[in-house]
């Protein structure tokens, strides 16, 4: 563009003169334009934002023991000492 002024054309002359398409001319001015109004935002200086969980998602699974005909019915923190309890039991039956 400053070639076209300088030569005291407009940019659609100087681009016939010079076997260049006026439109890719254009195009090329428009990102050029974006990317360096895209380098002056990542000069700003970032923000911290805190994210905070709003709900909890949590699924609780649960599990079926079956010793036989007798079933264990456990969640998700049962604690292995209690189930080792739990078929110690079972077992002196």
Avoid: Q
Wanted: charged share 30%; proline share 2%.
């Amino acid at each position: 563009m400053k070639a076209a002024k300088a030569a005291g054309l407009s940019v659609a002359a100087w681009a016939r003169e010079h076997g260049i398409d006026g439109r890719s001319l254009n195009a090329l001015r428009i990102n050029v334009s974006r990317s360096r109004s895209t380098d002056r935002l990542a000069v700003v200086a970032p923000r911290l934002i805190e994210l905070v969980p709003t709900t909890t998602t949590r699924t609780e699974a649960r599990y079926v023991v079956r010793v036989g005909d007798i079933a264990i019915e456990l969640s998700d923190d049962f604690r292995d000492a209690s189930l080792v309890r739990l078929v110690r039991a079972l077992r002196s039956c």
